[in-house]
Protein backbone atom coordinates (compact mmCIF):
# COMPACT_ATOMS: atom_id res chain seq x y z
CA UNK A 1 0.00 0.00 0.00
CA UNK A 2 1.31 3.51 -0.87
CA UNK A 3 1.30 6.51 1.38
CA UNK A 4 -1.93 8.49 1.14
CA UNK A 5 -1.57 12.61 1.28
CA UNK A 6 -4.46 14.09 3.06
CA UNK A 7 -5.82 17.94 3.56
CA UNK A 8 -5.09 19.00 6.91
CA UNK A 9 -8.58 20.95 6.90
CA UNK A 10 -10.55 18.80 5.33
CA UNK A 11 -8.83 15.11 5.43
CA UNK A 12 -9.77 14.98 1.58
CA UNK A 13 -7.43 13.13 -0.28
CA UNK A 14 -5.00 14.47 -2.47
CA UNK A 15 -2.82 11.96 -4.06
CA UNK A 16 -4.55 10.18 -7.10
CA UNK A 17 -1.98 7.17 -9.35
CA UNK A 18 1.44 8.46 -8.70
CA UNK A 19 0.40 12.40 -7.96
CA UNK A 20 -0.49 14.71 -5.51
CA UNK A 21 -2.96 16.58 -7.22
CA UNK A 22 -2.99 20.56 -5.60
CA UNK A 23 -4.39 23.95 -6.98
CA UNK A 24 -1.98 26.66 -7.12
CA UNK A 25 -1.79 30.48 -8.01
CA UNK A 26 0.62 33.37 -7.78
CA UNK A 27 0.83 37.14 -7.22
CA UNK A 28 0.19 37.49 -10.48
CA UNK A 29 -2.57 35.60 -10.56
CA UNK A 30 -1.69 32.91 -12.43
CA UNK A 31 -3.31 29.67 -11.20
CA UNK A 32 -3.91 26.11 -12.45
CA UNK A 33 -2.82 22.71 -11.18
CA UNK A 34 0.14 20.91 -10.14
CA UNK A 35 1.12 17.33 -9.75
CA UNK A 36 3.49 16.65 -7.84
CA UNK A 37 5.87 13.24 -6.82
CA UNK A 38 4.36 11.31 -3.67
CA UNK A 39 7.85 10.38 -3.37
CA UNK A 40 9.58 12.96 -0.83
CA UNK A 41 12.87 14.40 -2.31
CA UNK A 42 11.71 13.61 -6.19
CA UNK A 43 11.19 16.65 -7.16
CA UNK A 44 9.58 16.50 -10.54
CA UNK A 45 6.24 18.26 -10.95
CA UNK A 46 3.39 18.39 -14.43
CA UNK A 47 1.03 21.05 -15.26
CA UNK A 48 -1.03 22.22 -18.00
CA UNK A 49 1.18 23.83 -20.91
CA UNK A 50 -0.51 26.78 -20.41
CA UNK A 51 0.35 27.18 -16.61
CA UNK A 52 4.42 27.83 -16.74
CA UNK A 53 6.04 27.30 -13.19
CA UNK A 54 8.76 30.07 -13.12
CA UNK A 55 11.75 29.29 -10.94
CA UNK A 56 12.01 31.79 -7.98
CA UNK A 57 8.44 32.78 -7.87
CA UNK A 58 6.22 32.06 -5.02
CA UNK A 59 3.21 30.14 -5.32
CA UNK A 60 0.56 29.20 -2.77
CA UNK A 61 -0.77 25.85 -2.80
CA UNK A 62 -4.63 24.89 -2.00
CA UNK A 63 -6.56 22.01 -1.00
CA UNK A 64 -8.17 20.94 -4.37
CA UNK A 65 -11.18 19.53 -2.49
CA UNK A 66 -12.08 22.30 0.24
CA UNK A 67 -9.97 25.22 -1.53
CA UNK A 68 -8.26 25.80 2.01
CA UNK A 69 -4.50 27.49 1.78
CA UNK A 70 -2.08 24.96 2.47
CA UNK A 71 0.04 27.04 4.60
CA UNK A 72 2.37 26.11 7.45
CA UNK A 73 2.56 27.78 10.06
CA UNK A 74 6.53 27.93 10.49
CA UNK A 75 7.48 30.28 7.75
CA UNK A 76 5.73 31.86 4.97
CA UNK A 77 7.65 30.16 2.22
CA UNK A 78 6.08 26.40 3.43
CA UNK A 79 3.44 24.89 2.67
CA UNK A 80 1.71 21.86 4.71
CA UNK A 81 -0.14 18.73 4.49
CA UNK A 82 -0.11 15.24 6.42
CA UNK A 83 0.82 11.89 5.22
CA UNK A 84 -0.49 8.68 6.66
CA UNK A 85 1.45 5.54 5.56
CA UNK A 86 0.51 2.18 5.00
CA UNK A 87 0.28 1.34 9.41
CA UNK A 88 -2.02 4.43 9.70
CA UNK A 89 0.34 6.50 10.87
CA UNK A 90 -0.07 10.21 10.30
CA UNK A 91 3.08 12.55 9.37
CA UNK A 92 3.32 16.54 8.75
CA UNK A 93 4.84 17.39 5.71
CA UNK A 94 6.40 20.89 4.75
CA UNK A 95 7.36 21.81 1.51
CA UNK A 96 9.20 24.89 0.01
CA UNK A 97 6.28 27.20 -1.88
CA UNK A 98 9.27 28.78 -4.22
CA UNK A 99 9.77 27.26 -7.47
CA UNK A 100 12.60 25.66 -7.86
CA UNK A 101 14.03 25.46 -4.03
CA UNK A 102 14.16 21.80 -2.98
CA UNK A 103 13.16 21.77 0.41
CA UNK A 104 10.85 19.06 2.05
CA UNK A 105 10.85 17.94 5.98
CA UNK A 106 8.95 15.07 7.25
CA UNK A 107 7.87 15.24 11.18
CA UNK A 108 8.41 12.24 12.57
CA UNK A 109 7.58 12.31 16.30
CA UNK A 110 10.03 14.48 18.02
CA UNK A 111 12.61 14.05 14.74
CA UNK A 112 12.76 15.29 11.72
CA UNK A 113 13.52 13.99 8.10
CA UNK A 114 15.06 16.42 5.49
CA UNK A 115 14.80 16.07 1.79
CA UNK A 116 16.64 18.20 -1.17
CA UNK A 117 19.25 19.93 -1.49
CA UNK A 118 17.83 23.91 -0.14
CA UNK A 119 16.87 21.67 3.09
CA UNK A 120 19.01 23.84 5.21
CA UNK A 121 16.90 26.66 4.57
CA UNK A 122 14.14 26.66 7.12
CA UNK A 123 15.30 24.25 9.68
CA UNK A 124 16.01 26.87 12.36
CA UNK A 125 12.34 27.88 11.72
CA UNK A 126 10.94 24.33 12.22
CA UNK A 127 10.53 23.86 16.34
CA UNK A 128 9.57 20.63 16.76
CA UNK A 129 7.70 20.91 20.31
CA UNK A 130 4.84 22.25 17.94
CA UNK A 131 4.04 19.55 16.02
CA UNK A 132 3.34 17.12 18.79
Known amino acids: MKNNFICPRCKGYLNVGDHIILAADTEHKDA ?10 NYSIKTNSEFEIRDGEKYDFFCPVCQEKLAANVHDNLSRILMVDENGKQYEILFSKIAGEKSTYKIVGESLELYGEHKSNY ?10
Not at 32 to 41: D, K, T, V, W
Not at 123 to 132: T, Y
Request: glycine share 10%; aromatic share 10%; proline share 5%.
Open 32 to 41: GLILLSPELG
Open 123 to 132: INFINLSNFK
